[in-house]
């Protein structure tokens, strides 16, 4: 019970770790003028009404996969809902550069900003993640959504999280062992 706990809890900083960072990378351009701040609240007010609320997470999942897989440059896409939200794995050739790969998850959130379900998506190129992804997504096919989700965040986590040399505590040896 306590290392599920463990993974609960790991899930759930990652959760917070991936949104986070893609809410970091949605920043506006320095060079743009801001709008006034009326034009600011309808794009707001806008932006909250166009996204559905998700009722069928899996045909949400499918949908979000078939528009990434539109963009040119996108090999395969893999996507897991949570909620009203969405984390979507692009994979792209593997020897692309990054400023290209910036570019298609660029154009990856561009046609989710115009879909209804696509809008609070989060998108990644990262190869790992993308393949944690995937695997959760087919831990959701097959009847485990839950323990899928924090098994691999968990593991995600465990990948994130750095190992000090000076933490470390050696076991004791065995006292028969002595010699």
Same mark, same amino acid.
């Given at each position: ?14 959760? /917070? ?18 709008? $006034? ?9 806008? #932006?909250? *009404? #166009? ?8 045909? &949400? ?5 078939? /528009?990434? @897989? !539109?963009?040119? !440059?996108? @090999?395969?896409? #893999?996507? &897991? ?11 792209? #050739? +593997?020897?692309? +550069? =990054?400023?290209?790969?910036? *570019?298609?998850?660029?154009? &990856?959130a561009e046609a989710f900003r115009k879909d209804p379900y696509g809008i609070n998506a989060v998108v990644t190129a990262d190869m790992d993640?993308?393949? =944690? ?7 959701? =096919?097959?009847? =485990? $959504?839950?323990?899928?989700? *924090? ?10 999280? $750095?190992?000090?040399? @000076? ?7 065995? +006292?028969?062992? !002595? !010699?």
């Amino acid at each position: 019970m306590k290392n599920y706990k463990v993974k609960a809890y790991g899930a759930a900083m990652l959760l /917070l770790i991936i949104l986070a960072m893609g809410s970091a990378g949605c920043g506006q351009k320095e060079s743009a003028p801001l709008p $006034p701040d009326n034009q600011m609240e309808a794009q707001a007010n806008n #932006n909250r *009404t #166009n996204n559905k609320p998700i009722d069928n997470p899996r045909k &949400v999942a499918a949908h979000l996969e078939m /528009l990434a @897989r !539109g963009v040119e !440059g996108v @090999r395969d896409a #893999n996507c &897991v809902v949570f909620g009203n939200y969405a984390i979507v794995g692009i994979n792209v #050739n +593997e020897k692309m +550069e =990054r400023s290209q790969v910036g *570019t298609l998850k660029y154009a &990856v959130a561009e046609a989710f900003r115009k879909d209804p379900y696509g809008i609070n998506a989060v998108v990644t190129a990262d190869m790992d993640l993308a393949q =944690r992804i995937r695997e959760i997504r087919v831990d959701v =096919r097959n009847g =485990r $959504p839950i323990a899928g989700f *924090t098994e691999e965040l968990a593991d995600i986590i465990g990948r994130l999280v $750095p190992q000090i040399p @000076r933490n470390i505590i050696p076991p004791n040896a065995p +006292e028969n062992m !002595g !010699g």
